[in-house]
C-alpha cells in the first residue's frame, strides 16, 4: 500500500548547528554544490579535500537551469545550500538526476525548502514543475546566523499571508460557493496564532525563533498538500506582490513585499490591521514602500492596476480585488493611509 497517497509528505527538518558533517560521508565525497558565494564560503571547509561539482546560482531560468543541470558529470547527492535559488535548482537537479538530495537554507524567508514543487521562471512568470523530497533537510543555526537578520526576519511573511489568504477564502465561500474546509482553515489560523505570539523570537533571530519558523512553513505546506493548493495561504497580499514585480520590473525581498502586500490587501478587505501592525513592529521587519524598495507613487499605482492584474492573471483564486472591482485612486490612498505608509 502506498501510504504517500494517504498522508502528505513533507520535507522534515532536522535542526541543530554543524549537521552538514552528519550526512554520509560518500555525499559530501562526490557532491554536486548548487550554492551561492556567501553560504558558500561557510559550508565550504565540510566539503574540503573532495572537490564538488560547484555551481553558483544566479537565475532561475528555465532554459539556464536545464543547461546547467545537464552539464554537470556523475556524482552520489546533491546539494543546495543557499537561498530560495539554490535549493530550488538542487530540488531541479535531484528531480532530473534522481540523486539523494540534500537542503541546507541560508536563510529562512522563503519556503523553498519545504516544498516539492520546483519554481522556475521563464521570463517574467514563475511556473512550478516537478516533485522532489531531500533525503536530508538541515536547519543549521550556525548557517542561519550568518546572514542578516533581516532575510530571516523576512520569512515570516509567507506565514503573515494567512491573514489576508483566509479573508479571501470565507468570501470565495460565501461569495462563489468555492470548496472551503473549516478545520483547514482553523488549523491555517492557529499557524497565524503561533506566528504572531513569536514575534520576540522571531526578531531576535535565537534558535526557538528559527525553528518557529520552520514548524510553521511545515505545517503551512502540510495544510496546503492537504487541500490540494495554496488556498489557506496565499491570496490578494500576494497578488499585490505580483503586480508590483510586474509593473516596476524589479525584484524585491519577497517576505517583506508580501508584509506590504498583507497591509493593503488587509486594509482593502476592511480588517482591523493592528495584530499585524503590532506583529511587524516587534519582529522588527520594517514592509514600508521605502524599505521594501518602492516609492509611495508606485504602491498607488500598483493598487490602482489590480482589478486589470487580476482579470488579466485569471489562475489567480478569487480575492478581494475580484470581488471589489477595480481601485480607484481615492481608494487606493485610503487603503495606503489605513496600511500606515503614507
Ligand atoms: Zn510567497
Redesign the pocket.
Known amino acids: 500500500m502506498d501510504l504517500s497517497k494517504q498522508e502528505p509528505r513533507v520535507a522534515r527538518p532536522s535542526y541543530g548547528r554543524d549537521l552538514l558533517r552528519s550526512v554520509p560521508a560518500a555525499y559530501r565525497a562526490q557532491a554536486i554544490v548548487l550554492t551561492q558565494p556567501e553560504p558558500w564560503e561557510l559550508v565550504a571547509p565540510v566539503f574540503s579535500g573532495h572537490a564538488p561539482q560547484l555551481h553558483m546560482v544566479e537565475t532561475m531560468e528555465h532554459a539556464r537551469v536545464r543547461e546547467v543541470t545537464q552539464g554537470f558529470e556523475r556524482a552520489r547527492a546533491v546539494w543546495g545550500v543557499g537561498g530560495g535559488s539554490a535549493l530550488d535548482h538542487a530540488k531541479y537537479v535531484a528531480w532530473q538526476t534522481g540523486l539523494p538530495l540534500v537542503l541546507v537554507p541560508s536563510i529562512l524567508s522563503v519556503d523553498a525548502g519545504f516544498t516539492k514543487a520546483i519554481g522556475v521562471r521563464e521570463g517574467s512568470r514563475v511556473r512550478y514543475v516537478g516533485e522532489v523530497y531531500p533525503e536530508h533537510f538541515l536547519v543549521d543555526f550556525g548557517v542561519l546566523e550568518a546572514a542578516p537578520p533581516l532575510l530571516n526576519r523576512a520569512g515570516v511573511g ?1 506565514i503573515l ?1 494567512i491573514f489576508t489568504a483566509l479573508w479571501d477564502w470565507r468570501e470565495a465561500h460565501a461569495r462563489l460557493g468555492e470548496r472551503y474546509d473549516a478545520a483547514i482553515a482553523a488549523e491555517a489560523e492557529g499557524l497565524l496564532g503561533r506566528l504572531l505570539s513569536g514575534a520576540d523570537a522571531i526578531g531576535r533571530v535565537s534558535d526557538a525563533g528559527l525553528e518557529l519558523l520552520a514548524e510553521l512553513y511545515v505545517g503551512e505546506v502540510l495544510l496546503c498538500e492537504r487541500f490540494g493548493n495554496a488556498r489557506p495561504e ?1 491570496g490578494s497580499e ?1 497578488y499585490v506582490a505580483y503586480c508590483i514585480e510586474h509593473l516596476t520590473e524589479r525584484h524585491y525581498l ?1 517576505g517583506a513585499l ?1 508584509g506590504l502586500g498583507v497591509l493593503l490587501a488587509g486594509a482593502y478587505q476592511g480588517q482591523d490591521l493592528r495584530p499585524v501592525k503590532d506583529f511587524l513592529r516587534a519582529v522588527q521587519l520594517d514592509c514600508s514602500p521605502r524599505a521594501v524598495g518602492l516609492s509611495t507613487d508606485e504602491v498607488l499605482r500598483a493598487l490602482m492596476a489590480m482589478g486589470d492584474y487580476v482579470r488579466q492573471e485569471s489562475q489567480l483564486l478569487p480575492g478581494v480585488f475580484h470581488f471589489r472591482g477595480g481601485v480607484t485612486e481615492s481608494d487606493a490612498r485610503d487603503v495606503m493611509a489605513e496600511a500606515g505608509i503614507i
Do not use: A, R, T
Open positions: 509567507d499571508s496565499e500576494h519577497h508580501v
